[in-house]
């Protein structure tokens, strides 16, 4: 065991200190498919650390998102302060947001927490529409700094492996343990004295945390900010069909989802750019028929089942 | 045995690769006149495609096809045809930047189309200025050119800007007030979203110092289908004057709303998309009079050959504003290119900056990167969306007096 820890921490360190390198091997358009798939590797291990273990089906990721990059940019661009206290400021607001929903929420059984996520992002739109028509007046929210997608792509790295470490240490943690007798039958979890409620709404506060980091970071990078394009349903689905198609049981998992997804899309915004949406259709098709436990899932069969054969 | 065979193959297939690859990069360079490449990102997808292909996507079409009918762009080593590779950006930032940053690196084109949208405008001109494209933005409106252009050195804006379309409605309103046509009282109302919200801003200390009475102010959020109780409460307060900082869907909910709710007034103005010929199209004579963003001067003989040209080669009416600031854009473009005679960026940048453009609306030069030649408010007079109030423009066209809605 100890010896297993010590070689998934080596690898870790290594895959980190890989991809912090990516900058310097790649420019321009491979550095700009690294930093999308760096931003989805954020936020999908985020999501699966909260919807993994309980399969509460979060469509929450884009409403945070959008608190994260609304937020910086109107601190930014209204009020005249730094990137990085506004950063820190949308990181807590989101997680605040968060609690508060979650406690909200998260007693309602599955379907209604997913409806309820899928209107949330859209509720704040126009609420942030709303607060600026009556209140603060529009002017256009420039996010104006001299960060380079590479400066970009290293913050997103830095959130990426804080969400590792904080998903190692939940999965060794009481608290991860509760989730997933929570996952397996939440009446046994209350039975045994879990506080159920509240061990959710810590772990959906974490996935509002990271989303809202994510957005904050990547607010320079579309440079003017309107709650349209911030607030997009689209990527919170696209979140989830990265996590379930790489598997949300392991940490690493959705890491294996969202690189093959991230270069797939790629692929057929040139090739067939009218496609996209049809792709998204059949790789949620695929997800539910073919890879139920995702590519994580596949690769355990099929090491498996050669285990069986060398055994017999 | 059988290892050592495949990694052999492997290897054969992998110097056949290299040989066809060095084959092709040598068989390009070799070419002298290869075709200038041209990139265009926009949204053919998502809330914007629908303004981008009725403004942007046609005009490129018509330029490139215009180019090369006549055997391409004139320069110092010959003629040179273009190529034009275009990408969708799905009206998402992050999707644009992805695309730009392939046509730079990947298919290493010569020149880029700015985007179409303020907000895409703004965020990919990072990028367009780290590679040295010159960005003649066209449907991009901001108040903050001044601290853009100098921060991108690369960056042109051609449409204007937020405060100058408020005045231009107000310079108007303000002028039927003081030759007696309307009274005193204005009815405004906004899109709650971004552009409707700053303009509403804007206009409020400007109708007010203007010496109007804003007897009706109200919003309404993006997408409402109906529209009736706004017209409704905007008829109650009896005013002289209609503003609408309206969106393409509600600028024709409006207009419908107020020809059923029969809206007395003066003055009736809707902001984006009443410039579009469907909106002409949709209400016919009924609209006689209405007041809208843009315009042109129909009359000049530049202006109905590009009409003509843009119906026959893209079978699309163009709009009655920002399409022919659009194809301007591309004819500054093309004239610095043929006055460098070379695809050498830097060196079109620093034209563009230097020389003024003759094209189909008369003379344009940038001082600091800003062209301050537009068009601020049209209206439709018999059929023809025609500029009334501008920034410097030649041919503006005298007031019709709205009689009714019939």
Known sequence: MKSADIRALVTAVVCIVLAALVPFVFNGYWLSIALTAMMYIALSTSWALFSGPTHYISLASGAFFGVGGYLVATGMSDYNQSFWLMMFVAAIAATVLAGLIGLATLRLSGVYFVIFTLGLAEMIRNLVSWVQNNFLGSRGLYVLTDFTEAHIYWMLLTVASAVFIFGWLVERSRLGFALKIIGNDETVARHVGINTAWTKVVLFMSTGFFAALVGAIIAPRYSYIEPNLVFSPELSFLVVIMALLGGTHRLWGPLLGVIPFTLIWEAISIWIPNFTTLFLGIAFLTIVYFVPNGFVGLLEKTRGSRGVKAGS | ?406
């Open chain 2, 1 to 406: 045995m059988f290892k050592i065979i495949s990694a052999n193959s492997i290897r054969k297939g992998f110097s056949a690769l290299v040989v066809v690859t060095l084959t092709t990069l040598l068989s390009f360079t070799a070419h002298a006149a290869d075709p200038i490449k041209i990139g265009a990102v926009a949204p053919k997808t998502g809330p914007l495609a629908g303004g981008a292909a009725v403004t942007q996507w046609p005009n490129i079409e018509l330029w490139v096809k215009e180019v090369n009918a006549r055997g391409g762009l004139k320069l110092k080593d010959g003629q040179r045809m273009l190529e034009l590779i275009e990408y969708d950006d799905k009206t998402n930032p992050g999707e644009h930047i992805k695309a730009v940053q392939r046509l730079a690196t990947q298919d290493k084109v010569d020149f880029i189309v700015a985007p179409y949208g303020t907000g895409f405008n703004i965020a990919a001109a990072p990028i367009y200025a780290k590679y040295g494209y010159p960005q003649i933005a066209v449907s991009a409106i901001s108040d903050k050119m001044d601290e853009l252009t100098a921060r991108y050195p690369s960056l042109f804006f051609t449409l204007g800007t937020t405060t100058a379309f408020v005045n231009g409605v107000k310079d108007i309103l303000a002028g039927m007030r003081d030759s007696g046509k309307i009274g005193n009282k204005i009815a405004m109302v906004n899109v709650a979203d971004a552009f409707g919200i700053e303009l509403a801003e804007a206009a409020r200390p400007i109708f007010k110092d203007a010496g109007f009475d804003i007897v009706y102010d109200k919003s309404y959020p993006l997408g409402t289908p109906d529209l009736s109780p706004v017209v409704k409460g905007a008829k109650a307060a009896a005013p002289d004057a209609f503003v609408a900082w309206s969106y393409p869907p509600d600028t024709f909910g409006l207009t419908e709303q107020a020809i059923i709710e029969d809206l007395q007034v003066g003055a009736y103005y809707t902001a984006v998309a009443t410039c579009f010929p469907a909106f002409g199209q949709k209400f016919g004579s009924k609209i006689d009079g209405v007041f809208g963003a843009g315009g042109v001067n129909p009359d000049t003989e530049e202006m109905q050959a590009y009409f003509k040209r843009h119906k026959e080669m893209t079978g699309k009416d163009a709009d009655y504003w920002a399409s022919a600031n659009t194809y301007v854009s591309l004819q500054i473009l093309e004239q610095a290119i043929e006055g460098v005679g070379d695809v050498d960026r830097e060196a079109v940048t620093q034209y563009i900056k230097d020389n003024s453009f003759d094209t189909i609306m008369g003379e344009i030069k940038f001082d600091n990167q800003i062209s301050h030649k537009f068009w601020t408010v049209g209206q439709w007079q018999d059929g023809v969306f025609r500029g009334v109030a501008s920034s410097n423009m030649d041919g503006v066209a005298e007031i019709k007096e709205k009689s009714g809605w019939n």
